[in-house]
């Protein structure tokens, strides 16, 4: 008994330390906001101080109990960013947790399910908000119990417990939504669609459309309550396409496809392992595709002005697209790879999708396992699970003018229990030693990121405190987007944004502060009227403003080039 309930542990724990241990390895200690997250914790803090939820300006989700454990953390240890971030982590390490049991639940093995969980885990675009305040995290938690929660309603053969699983999946999601409004989709889809696959045993389906119009009801309410609130920004449900159809397909749809496949190359690179090589066709297929990857590959690196294929992935925007921290700092970051070796990285993604595809195409010449079996997820039954909540998903996804790559956790995981589910059946056995690997190489991609993204926002501190040490005000530094955010809040309890309605005329239009060019305004400048800049951050020796008399601050990052420099300019 001992050892089995061992076996069963192994996975999850192993899936929890890995991201713990990835989080603390890359040494994630700044006293500032990460992209959106000082809104947050402005407001968790005053949770804990006021015993009130009081936005700022600045946040679209709702937030809900998110603050509350915030705040909790808080009023226990004290009030920092690192402590806010800290039961954010704790949700994380629960939510990858709860990916491997969910996983298992749909027939994959032990190691499968472990090592498709660490794809997800690892990843660099999950690490990057593993340790931040923000809401993606949480509400990914929801939706990830909601799909175990299901899973369990369709697995158990008793009616009475279908329905209790069911409406634990409900309850538990409208609760949870509250942290992320898309979280929400669960009970509106993921459920009704599974009570629909259901739908034959005895009372599911009036249990399902009682919870369904519970869930309209009580969202509904949550969102008037949420527009009433002062200082909350209200988001479009769909938002109407950008520009032309062509530009939304190439710029948004593709773009973000091949981002999740990115992600989720790790498991893809298990099919390409397992091409039945032995079939001449296949063999000739193969071959074929290799070639035309090659001359691809030289054509891009011989006319790199003339053509562009690289995916703005691996030039750090992995991170950059995921936490913008460091935005609104003057200059250009540094590349963190060659051009070369994202044309490298992009090429060899694109030759493992065709890859997979072959295997597709030739997977009746491979005689792969007995699926069958009584705890055996169905196709039918995945895509119950699955297919409404991604197909509603993606289309309020394109309809955005920004995608960051955050957005596209819920469908890593979505394609990565796809995959493993036709490995399982087409092949069979553990994924090979090259996805582990792969995880391995991604996930040391992602902690040296984080690494430096904390790395640089301490030397952002460093650098604005000893401007500080001279009699210089905090209102006077631009110290990039997160740095004076907190000032303006420290200042007027509110961000100056556009979309602003309640209380009326709370937003104001400002002037633009004298003796900066438009050219050298900050894209958040009327975000921020109560700043009245006279220092600002550089990467470089911008030509906005002029040099001051403080020094530069360098700092070491574990991604090229290793040292980096920030320099204080002045307005002339």
Not at 79 to 88: E, M
């Amino acid at each position: 008994m001992f050892v089995r309930i061992r076996h069963i542990l192994f996975g999850p724990i192993l899936c929890g330390i890995s991201l713990a241990l990835a989080i603390l390895v890359s040494h994630p200690v700044a006293e500032m906001g990460l992209d959106d997250d000082w809104s947050y914790i402005w407001s968790a803090n005053a949770l804990a101080t006021t015993g009130h939820i009081i936005y700022n300006g600045w946040a679209t989700a709702i937030l809900g109990w998110q603050l509350y454990m915030g705040a909790l953390f808080m009023r226990l240890f004290g009030f920092s960013f690192f402590i806010a971030r800290v039961s954010v982590l704790i949700i994380a390490i629960s939510t990858v947790v709860l990916i491997q049991r969910l996983l298992r639940r749909l027939g994959m093995s032990d190691w499968n399910a472990t090592i498709g969980t660490l794809t997800i885990a690892l990843s660099p675009v999950l690490l990057s908000v593993a340790f931040s305040f923000m809401s993606d995290v949480p509400g990914f938690f929801c939706i990830v119990l909601c799909f175990y929660s299901c899973t369990r309603a369709i697995q158990t053969s008793s009616t009475r417990k279908t329905i209790g699983w069911l409406v634990f999946a409900t309850i538990s999601n409208i609760a949870g939504g509250t942290v992320r409004q898309i979280a929400w989709l669960g009970a509106l889809l993921v459920v009704p669609s599974t009570a629909w696959h259901l739908r034959r045993r005895s009372g599911v389906a009036i249990v399902a459309l009682a919870l369904w119009m519970l869930s309209v009801g009580a969202i509904s309410w949550a969102m008037h309550w949420f527009n009433q609130q002062p200082y909350s920004l209200t988001d479009a449900l769909v938002h109407p396409p950008h520009g032309q159809l062509k530009g939304v397909l190439r710029n948004i749809a593709l773009r973000n496809t091949l981002a999740v496949s990115l992600f989720v190359l790790p498991v893809i690179a298990g099919f390409i392992l397992k091409l039945p090589l032995h079939d001449r066709w296949t063999r000739f297929q193969a071959i074929f595709l290799f070639i035309l990857s090659i001359v691809v590959g030289f054509c891009g690196l011989l006319f790199r002005k003339q053509i562009n294929l690289e995916l703005e992935i691996t030039n750090g925007t992995v991170m950059n697209r995921g936490l913008t921290s460091g935005s609104g700092i003057l200059g250009r970051q540094p590349d963190m790879l060659p051009y070369e070796f994202r044309m490298l990285l992009t090429l060899l993604l694109i030759a493992s999708l065709l890859g997979f595809i072959l295997f597709c195409l030739n997977a009746s010449k491979i005689k792969g396992p007995d699926w069958e079996g009584k705890n055996r997820f169905t196709w039918s039954s995945t895509g119950a699970l699955f297919v409404p909540y991604t197909v509603a998903y993606i289309f309020l996804l394109v309809t955005r003018t920004n995608i960051f790559d955050r957005y596209l956790i819920p469908l890593i995981l979505v394609a990565v229990a796809g995959l493993l589910r036709l490995y399982e059946q087409k092949i069979g056995g553990r994924l090979p030693s090259l996805t582990v690997g792969l995880i391995l190489m991604f996930g040391a991609f992602g902690v040296c990121e984080l690494h430096d993204l904390y790395a640089r926002n301490r030397a952002v501190l460093d650098i604005t405190n000893e401007i500080l040490s001279t009699g210089v005000t905090r209102s006077e530094i631009r110290g990039g987007f997160e740095y004076d955010a907190w000032t303006q809040l420290q200042n007027s309890g509110y961000v100056n944004d556009p979309r602003l309605i309640v209380p009326t005329g709370a937003y104001r239009v400002f002037p633009m502060q004298p003796g900066l060019s438009t050219a050298c305004q900050s894209w958040f400048s009327d975000l921020m009227p109560s700043l009245n800049i006279r220092f600002a951050l550089a990467f470089d020796q911008t030509t906005c403003y002029t040099s001051s008399s403080f020094r530069a601050v360098s700092y070491n990052a574990w991604l090229p080039p290793h040292n980096r420099t920030l320099y204080v300019q002045k307005i002339p």
